[in-house]
């Protein structure tokens, strides 16, 4: 079966790469690079600027008409689609990266010792990212946005509110408390999925060197100080699920023992479910994505693939189908049994 390709162009790095500062493009890319290669959301994400300053008004599809016919000299009633209006909102993430000037003055490569530094603050706000992603919550967190797995949390809930359409979230059978994990497909683009971010932004982050600062390095109550190197980095973006069809939940896989674990034939129906197979991904975590690159090593089954042609850094992926795989490791082993 042909490969078939994520999103071609507007990711949160090619949005970066069309930036037009020169000047501060090299460290939005460095920042856009760490995000991708630390969450597989990113890597396949298309981004675009929000409608508003900081959200995204849009509408969703809840009825499709049927259309009639008509002989010569004869009409046809109208008919009309059904929608109904939703807003998706944009989470701020931000941290601060302080190294010791001195430490940081006495490297070999100061400039690259600092932004190895940075980049572990870098990924710690990607992991959090991923988490919004997935398990976003504004009930727990009012600054956040409802993430996937929060959204489709119900056996018998219908995309888009559409009662013809067949559910979106399936269950491999699991019933065992906090012992179960779920696979994700989502198809990205426009009038799909999307990702989101402030427009006067560059694809929502900012990175902005304070430079020299003198830092507390224990209670103000008797304070030591330190001069330091500080880095100020902020990501605001948010999820568009504009159809809701283009997102399918497999849950309820029990994550040890034999039984109600990964089955293929649950992930071949909810590829099914999705309108169109273009621009689709597949998403598991770490146990229920070896069981699946197991299953590919076994050459007699037609259903995976692993090539060497990889993703974007030229990693191996497994495929489904020809659907590309990311391991997403932010998806729980804990999950709550779906219902």
Not at 319 to 338: H, N
């Amino acid at each position: 079966m042909a490969t078939i390709a994520t999103v071609g162009v507007n990711t949160i790095l090619d949005v970066i790469n069309n930036y037009t500062s020169l000047d501060d493009k090299g460290k939005f890319i460095w920042a856009a690079n760490v995000l991708s290669r630390q969450c597989p959301f990113f890597m396949d994400m298309p981004m675009k600027p929000s409608n508003q300053i900081f959200s995204n008004i849009g509408a969703r599809v809840t009825y499709m008409p049927t259309p009639g016919t008509r002989g010569f000299n004869e009409g046809v009633a109208p008919t009309a689609s059904h929608s109904v209006q939703y807003s998706e909102g944009i989470a701020m993430i931000e941290d601060y990266s302080e190294i010791d000037k001195t430490l940081c003055d006495v490297q070999n490569n100061p400039a690259q010792w600092r932004q190895e530094k940075d980049g572990i603050k870098l990924e710690s706000m990607t992991q959090k990212a991923e988490d919004l992603i997935i398990y976003g919550s504004k009930a727990s967190d009012p600054n956040a946005w409802n993430g996937i797995l929060t959204r489709f949390n119900s056996l018998t809930s219908r995309p888009n509110g559409d009662a013809t359409w067949p559910y979106n979230v399936l269950s491999a059978g699991g019933s065992t408390p906090a012992t179960v994990a779920s696979i994700l497909v989502i198809g990205w683009g426009e009038g799909k999925i999307f990702g989101i971010y402030p427009p006067n932004l560059p694809a929502g982050i900012q990175v902005r060197d304070l430079g020299e600062v003198t830092v507390v390095t224990n209670s103000l109550a008797s304070p030591k100080y330190m001069q330091a190197y500080r880095t100020f980095m902020g990501l605001y973006f948010g999820i568009n699920i504009e159809d809701e069809r283009y997102v399918q939940r497999i849950c309820n896989h029990e994550v040890t023992g034999a039984s109600n674990i990964f089955d293929p034939e649950l992930l071949i129906t909810a590829v099914n479910r999705v309108p169109k197979r273009d621009n689709l991904v597949i998403y598991a975590n770490r146990t229920l994505k070896t069981q699946m690159d197991i299953q590919a090593l076994n050459k007699s089954n037609g259903f995976y693939t692993q090539k060497d042609d990889g993703d974007i850094f030229g990693r191996p992926v497994t495929r489904f189908q020809g659907i590309p795989v990311r391991q997403a490791d932010m998806l729980d082993d804990t999950e709550t049994v779906v219902t």
